[in-house]
């Protein structure tokens, strides 16, 4: 009882100190705030980020959202782990050399040793079928060379027939999101998100998986897309972050205040056969669209 109201009280606070640093202006450009599950992806500059995002949406959709806290930085200590736990209810991931949700390829098979199996005999599916014989021909006398029954003698050639019409290439078959969900390695960073969307949260992530200095974020990392094959029926909606890496630059302790907003965007879909990068790079795209709005 007592600590739940320890953490109304400090989500309170903060919402009144992040408004009063920042503004906290949600502005939602391309779609409502509805409360249906979502996926909100946004632009990465600062550790204010997730507060801020937190602050921006309203409290029926606050209720019902985790954002993503990255494990090192967030339990460094007893209170950040207790501010992300009692107040923000984020979800902890392991950040993985900056590219949460990837593995490394598996190895090649290895070749078998041609030396070794040089005199080996091959399986009777592997031997080399015996070169097919020519039918023998039948000479013709001379004097029916040149002639009709010489001619009428010969083997008709082949006829080419039609071109068999080409059969337009199958879509690729993918996975169903029940196969990609259950074959998630427990160990997998992806994995407490996927356990939070199963459960019926919404979830803010930051695909870039480390904070950028640029202009524009990063390339996204892999787990945008994994998320969204494993569960296509969570609305994907982009979100831009703007100036809070100016309250809270890189290396900073003490916020300074900055008009600030947060500008939430059209859903996005997985197509139909969308390869991987195509599909990160039109999400990354959809965020960058909205610097400008």
Avoid at 34 to 56: C, G, P, T
Avoid at 272 to 280: I, M, S, T, V, W
Wanted: proline content about 14%; hydrophobic content about 45%; some cysteine.
């Amino acid at each position: 009882m007592i600590r739940a109201m320890l953490s109304k009280l400090m989500s309170l606070f903060l919402l009144g100190l992040v408004r009063l640093l920042t503004g906290s202006q949600a502005r939602w450009y391309g779609c409502p705030p509805k409360a249906e599950q979502r996926i909100y992806f946004a632009n990465h500059q600062s550790h204010a980020d997730l507060v801020m995002i937190w602050a921006a949406l309203p409290q029926e959709l606050r209720s019902i959202t985790r954002p993503i806290a990255a494990r090192d930085y967030w339990t460094r200590s007893p209170f950040r782990q207790w501010l992300t736990t009692a107040v923000f209810n984020a979800v902890y991931v392991d950040r993985v050399s900056g590219t949460p949700g990837q593995r490394p390829a598996p190895e090649a098979p290895p070749q078998p040793d041609m030396q070794a199996t040089a005199g080996a005999p091959l399986p009777a599916s592997a031997e080399p079928a015996p070169p097919a014989r020519p039918e023998p021909s039948v000479p013709l006398p001379p004097s029916a060379q040149g002639t009709l029954e010489g001619f009428l003698a010969q083997p008709a050639p082949a006829l080419a027939g039609p071109a068999a019409p080409t059969a337009d290439p199958a879509p690729p078959v993918r996975p169903a999101p029940e196969a990609l969900r259950a074959a998630l390695p427990a160990d997998d960073p992806l994995a407490p998100l996927v356990h939070a969307l199963e459960s019926g949260d919404s979830i803010v992530i930051f695909p870039e998986g480390t904070r950028g200095h640029g202009d524009e974020p990063q390339p996204f990392k892999s787990g945008l897309y994994r998320l969204a094959q494993m569960f296509p029926q969570v609305v994907l909606v982009p979100a831009w972050i703007h100036n809070v890496q100016r309250v809270m630059p890189k290396g900073e302790v003490v916020p300074v205040p900055i008009l600030c907003s947060v500008t939430f965007g059209a859903p996005i879909e997985l197509g139909a056969g969308e390869e991987r990068r195509a599909f990160l790079d039109r999400a990354r795209r959809a965020v960058i669209a909205l610097r400008e709005v």
